[in-house]
């Protein structure tokens, strides 16, 4: 940090320069993963961030804003970050943000149960000389577990505030906040901590050569990542000084020359080694037990059991299922019977633009009250309570070896699970897969899984008018796909597939009140969509239909709906809203035919291969938007693409088969 | 008797012993297709030369001088199937006689060459484990990235994948196999060499295993996890 004195790029003097006069501070929540970031910036912002047992959890930031005593805190919640080193893509978004952005205040979150390897963060952190206040959470545990922090002589070594909370109970927020103002207003410097000799000796000879106002950051940070071969900073220090390449270069050999590793390796070995140090000062133990019989080691010995485990995955996913379905249905007939006796809906309706407005957007009000929030909220809320308690992380050790034969690992199972919601935090959550191809062939496969709106076309078409056991089939020709489909892709993408390393969290009693939030909050943010969106789309149909507009449209699709499907011409018009949302389909159809008794208008046959195709042809608007973002559009487009002559070649054979005895 | 001989004597004791416990001279020679007479001579020369203890009528076990020359060859035999299966394109039945000749005639170097240049495979075309060099290193980053400068002497313990040891035994990390990717995730996440360990639980069918590191639990890919090799500790085996 000193040796920036003077330059007004260093993030150093600009804190101090700009503190004093500043109304609003940026503060990010950084930390490892499943500390309590999100748990901390819930308290903090009072929003409701979802939050999960489970690391990687945040894949984007999310910001929220804290009013305190006439200051205007903007705070950041960041993806979980090991180091500056790897990187992953949701690492990725948190070191950018660190690095680039400087944030006024840096509350770092670690673990008390886990010190050592959190401080290896915390360190790379003060190095950076990021304004720094630590939140040690999670402290109940760990004093559970007979791990005591001393959090004053923490404070003391670091140079730095360091607050104990216990976030989910809301315990040390309010200290916190008082230390993250008292931070934004005169920044704290943290103390450095020295490595080895031979390490220092070389990291000064660097320092030497670096012009004062080089990188930006911090001159000791600079070097140590030179000497990291960090291919970022290399690129900016070799563009202000020519000879300090090849003398790290040179430093780079002489560590190795001494231990016989790179020098990045010896570096991350000095601070686990600093962090070790670190953490054996403050901590102290209470129970000498080493292999505690906690509930955590009493529930994992039956849920990684190599068969009841099994079960119980098999008990607990069905049941989500299964649970999902009935107290959708139930819920569902509930409210449509509530709703009929308000207002008919008659979607049909030609006459005045006012009939038309108000038809189409009470129809697609009710659709979506009576179609998408029975199946979503119960699915959430089981699905929260599995998330809470961390079981998800033992799903995915119990079917890593599955997902091996996919080319994906256990961690993809859950973007997989989150796709049975909706896809397009699914598609998101797959940031926590390592390897780029994985990561596509996750998404890939997160497509194809029947989301809810799916859920409720395959219920609402052929549950209602086939049987129920055609429905339960056409959920397990999907899995079939996308277990053969995963296979084709596997082995078609370039790229490599490596293997699983994730963190095993302890178990939590799921608390209600946390469940009922995450789930209002997912359900609120569909609603969002949903509701605009059913009610925009049904207006539209309503206005082309009299209009006249359907049937250019429907022509032109005809080739595949009506040689290729068998589906009456009509059906054009309703994949095409299909592609809005899913559940657009159903509306379409009842608005067409004017009635929801689908089999008046529709053989067997015919609703099936409907919902068929509509399960596979194409991710809806906002999965398309939310790939695009993480992939690109070339591959997003390929997969569209895919998707469609996949849909209609399946539905083609499909249609065929099905009419030999049907 | 030839060094030759001597070698694929002790690679079967090696493999016997590990199934059985000890290798009988019947077992021996069924395994070597030679006459149990032959084998009874051999193993009295092995014994005087101090690579096998053998007790007449009981069979023969290695002796640790013998169990580190078996190891060494088992190591060359698995990296040559590597690299006739792989890069010459060798049918796969006979990758395994051509290494079985071709182990005893390689030098050092030629082995530490063959590593390399094979990105320091950890498996062997049957899937058999191919244990790390002895040579006194942390990981594969140097000797991969062409900079592995003078030798830096040899290791004398035998190390073991993290996948073997015991489940709730402790051992401290010795050596990582792999590129500096694979190193740097590890080390990111706690594992770095000299770090003590210890595996809680392994899944059926080598799933992932689970292991105890700075008190943090870390569900490992098994693959993954046998390229992290343990320095077990004497202490811990009460």
Request: glycine share 8%; aromatic share 8%.
């Amino acid at each position: 940090m000193s040796a920036c004195t003077g330059c007004s790029d260093c993030p150093g003097t600009e804190y101090a320069a700009v503190s004093g006069t500043k109304k609003e501070y940026v503060v990010a929540l950084a930390g490892n993963a499943n500390v309590g970031k999100s748990a901390i910036f819930n308290q903090l912002t009072g929003t409701d961030q979802e939050i999960g047992n489970w690391p990687g959890k945040t894949v984007e930031r999310a910001e929220g804003i804290l009013q305190y005593e006439g200051h205007r805190l903007r705070i950041i919640d960041l993806p979980g970050i090991y180091s500056f080193a790897t990187l992953s893509d949701e690492e990725r978004i948190s070191r950018s943000f660190i690095v680039h952005d400087h944030p006024d205040v840096v509350v770092n979150i670690l673990d008390a149960s886990a010190l050592e390897r959190n401080l290896f963060f915390t360190l790379q952190l003060a190095e950076l000389g990021c304004p720094l206040v630590l939140a040690i959470n999670q402290n109940d545990l760990a004093m559970k577990k007979g791990i005591f922090v001393d959090t004053g002589k923490l404070a003391k070594i670091l140079g730095v505030p360091v607050v104990a909370t216990v976030a989910i109970q809301g315990k040390g927020i309010a200290q916190l906040t008082d230390a993250i103002i008292a931070a934004a207003r005169s920044p704290p410097k943290p103390h450095l901590i020295e490595y080895g000799k031979e390490v220092e000796e070389r990291i000064s000879r660097i320092i030497s050569l670096l012009p004062p106002v080089c990188s930006g950051y911090p001159a000791r940070w600079t070097a140590i990542k030179i000497l990291e071969e960090d291919p970022d900073v290399l690129a900016l220090a070799g563009q202000c000084s020519h000879e300090v390449i090849p003398v790290a270069r040179a430093c780079a050999r002489e560590l190795v020359a001494i231990h016989g590793e790179s020098a990045g390796t010896i570096l991350s070995g000095e601070r686990y080694h600093a962090a070790e140090q670190l953490g054996r000062e403050v901590m102290s133990f209470g129970s000498p037990d080493e292999f505690p019989d906690t509930l955590t080691e009493r529930i994992d010995r039956l849920a990684l059991h190599p068969v009841f485990g099994y079960l119980l995955l098999a008990l607990v996913l069905g049941g989500l299922l299964v649970w999902t379905f009935f107290v959708g249905a139930w819920v569902s007939e509930v409210l449509t019977n509530l709703l009929s006796g308000i207002a008919p809906v008659r979607p049909l309706v030609t006459g005045s633009v006012s009939d038309i407005v108000f038809n189409g957007a009470w129809t697609g009000f009710v659709a979506a009250v009576t179609l998408i929030i029975p199946y979503v909220v119960p699915f959430y809320l089981f699905l929260s309570l599995i998330e809470d308690s961390g079981f998800l992380t033992r799903v995915s050790v119990m079917l890593d070896k599955g997902l091996h034969r996919l080319g994906l690992h256990g961690k993809a199972i859950i973007p997989l699970i989150l796709g049975f919601g909706c896809s397009v935090p699914a598609c998101l959550s797959c940031r926590i897969i390592e390897s780029p191809k994985q990561r596509f062939l996750a998404a890939f496969l997160v497509t194809i899984v029947p989301c809810s709106a799916r859920t409720v076309v395959i219920l609402g078409v052929v549950a209602a008018f086939v049987n129920v056991w055609w429905a339960i089939a056409l959920y397990i020709i999907d899995f079939v796909i996308i277990i053969v489909a995963g296979r084709f892709a596997f082995r078609v993408l370039p790229g490599e597939s490596v293997g699983m390393i994730m963190e095993m969290p302890e178990y939590h009693i799921p608390s209600p009140r946390m469940a009922l939030g995450q789930t209002w909050s997912r359900t609120k943010s569909l609603i969002w969509i949903v509701l605009p969106s059913y009610i925009i789309g049904s207006i539209a149909i309503t206005a082309a239909y009299s209009a006249g507009l359907l049937d250019p449209i429907n022509a032109a699709l005809s080739p595949v709906t009506v040689f290729l499907l068998g589906l009456p011409a009509v059906t054009g018009i309703v994949f095409v809203f299909g592609i809005i949302r899913k559940e657009m389909t159903i509306l379409t159809l009842a608005a067409l035919f004017g009635t929801t008794i689908f089999s008046t208008v529709l053989t067997p046959v015919q609703l099936i291969v409907l919902a068929l195709v509509t399960m596979l042809y194409i991710p809806c608007v906002s999965t398309i938007l939310a790939l695009a973002k993480d992939f690109g559009w070339r591959k997003t487009l390929l997969l569209t693409i895919g998707e469609i002559v996949m849909a209609v070649a399946i539905g083609a054979v499909a249609f065929r088969l099905l009419s030999l005895f049907m | 008797m030839a060094s030759e001989q001597t070698e694929e004597y002790l690679e079967t004791i090696f493999d016997i012993e590990g199934k059985e416990g000890t290798a009988k001279t019947s077992a021996i020679a069924r395994c070597m297709n030679v006459a149990p007479a032959s084998v009874t001579e051999a193993l009295q020369s092995l014994s005087d030369k101090g690579y096998v203890n053998y007790e007449p009528y009981r069979g023969a076990t290695l002796t640790p001088k013998g169990n580190e020359m078996a190891r060494k060859v088992k190591r060359r035999h698995r990296l040559l199937e590597v690299f006739l299966k792989d890069v010459l394109k060798i049918r796969g039945e006979n990758v395994h006689d051509e290494a079985c000749r071709m182990e005893h005639v390689i030098s050092d170097e030629t082995e530490q060459a063959l590593c390399k240049m094979l990105r320091a495979p950890s498996r062997c075309p049957h899937g058999s484990p191919i244990e790390p060099c002895n040579r006194m290193v942390q990981d594969c980053t140097e000797c991969l990235a062409g900079r592995s400068g003078e030798s830096p002497g040899s290791r004398d313990t035998a190390l073991l994948p993290v996948t073997q040891l015991t489940p709730c035994r402790k051992g401290t990390i010795a050596f990582i196999r792999g590129d500096r990717k694979i190193v740097q995730r590890l080390t990111d996440l706690g594992l770095t060499v000299g770090t003590e360990v210890s595996l809680l639980r392994k899944s059926p069918g080598e799933g992932p295993v689970e292991i105890l590191v700075r008190r943090t639990k870390l569900a490992i890919d098994h693959a993954i996890a046998d390229n992290i090799f343990i320095a077990p500790c004497r202490e811990s085996h009460e």
